[in-house]
């Protein structure tokens, strides 16, 4: 695949059925780093509709697209939405994924850095985000664009995570 019909915009709700068929086939690549029990939840997180849309309603979403089709994605949530992991006070990134055909392009690093500069524009302070021992990529990205490692978390779909942030100030 190539750069050149590739482009970037803010996505919304009208784009839900292609970013879940997104969601479900970057992140098909994990089926193997998985037992089967675990498979089947973390799928079934990717299939479950409403918990995307719950997404939507809260975050800004940057959306890569090649022509009309969605071939990646990423979700800044602002601050003042805090959860067992992420303080009041940071904002987060979450669901990061790009179709594996166009893995290579630097399209989950241009998504991650559109997020980061959403935050800094609205005078976020702290940008976190969680990333596991199976998105090597990932990780490099989110590394080479300044997020430290702040703590090992614990365990998910028995796998390890850390929580990474980066500080805007």
Known sequence: ??????????????????????????????????????????????????????????????????????????????????????????????KVAVHPKYRGQSISKTLTKMCIDHATQSNEKTIALHTSEFMDAARHIYESLGFKVLKEIPPLFGKKYWLYTLDLN
């Open 1 to 94: 695949m190539t750069k050149n019909n590739l482009s970037y915009r803010i996505g919304t709700i009208n784009d839900i059925e292609q970013l879940q068929e997104l969601a479900i086939i970057a992140n098909g690549q994990f089926q193997s780093v998985f037992t089967p029990d675990n498979w089947e939840i973390f799928n079934g997180n990717l299939q479950d509709r409403q918990k995307l849309i719950d997404v939507l309603k809260i975050a800004k979403c940057f959306i890569c697209l090649d022509s009309d089709k969605i071939i990646g994605v990423a979700y800044i949530i602002p601050s003042g939405n805090p959860t067992d992991l992420f303080k009041t006070d940071w904002s987060y990134i979450r």
